[in-house]
T-cell receptor, first 113, second 113 residues
């Protein structure tokens, strides 16, 4: 059974810093990995999707990497802004879509102005 | 292109009642997945529908059921509500193809009193 762990559970940094969020998983037989952000009481916004054959994806100030052999993914946020404050979740697709995504518990990020 | 919509956004029900939640996927998407999010358990997969067929189901009791219509809209039903069913219920839409990206709706906040 796939298990997903996100470290740290919470993080508070001053505006402008670069930061890294970590996601580790136990089963490397995955189809893809998605990073989401969730604002309080809201739904999930997809940030980046990395297919199992890819090593990284970039979107603006965000860069996500995937290392299946070590069971790790990182989300790098450059030049953080207060608007980046949210909970960041990583999710793995191990069943080709039909089995649903397996989520970590998330990293609660606060960017101090 | 309109995103995933969920109705209602908020619900308050009494123990023992039943409830029906609705999800309209992105136009052209044929897969709808449902998730329950609670502070203690995080996001957990309920079930996934593709072309009106349930392809998989998570580890939830039979009180949780769903269906999908020919227009891909989906409904989720919870019977005999318990206090522990209080949660944010999220649906996700995708093309249904292997490795496809999941797009989430804003969720329905269910409170059981």
């Amino acid at each position: 059974k796939q298990e997903v762990t996100q470290i740290p559970a919470a993080l508070s940094v001053p505006e402008g810093e670069n930061l890294v969020l970590n996601c580790s998983f136990t089963d490397s037989a995955i189809y893809n990995l998605q990073w989401f952000r969730q604002d309080p009481g809201k739904g999930l916004t997809s940030l980046l999707l990395i297919q199992s054959s890819q090593r990284e994806q970039t979107s603006g100030r965000l860069n996500a990497s995937l290392d299946k052999s070590s069971g790790r993914s990182t989300l790098y946020i450059a030049a953080s802004q207060p608007g980046d404050s949210a909970t960041y979740l990583c999710a793995l697709d191990s069943g080709g879509g039909a089995d649903g995504l397996t989520f970590g518990k998330g990293t609660h990020l606060i960017i101090q102005p | 292109k309109a995103g995933v919509t969920q109705t209602p956004r908020y619900l308050i029900k009494t123990r023992g009642q039943q409830v029906t939640l609705s999800c309209s996927p992105i136009s052209g998407h044929r897969s709808v997945s449902w998730y329950q999010q609670t502070p203690g358990q995080g996001l957990q997969f309920l079930f996934e529908y593709f072309s009106e067929t349930q392809r998989n189901k998570g580890n939830f009791p039979g009180r949780f059921s769903g269906r999908q219509f020919s227009n891909s809209r989906s409904e989720m039903n919870v019977s005999t509500l318990e206090l522990g069913d209080s949660a944010l219920y999220l649906c996700a839409s995708s093309s249904g193809q292997v490795k496809s990206e999941q797009y989430f709706g804003p969720g329905t906040r269910l409170t059981v009193t």
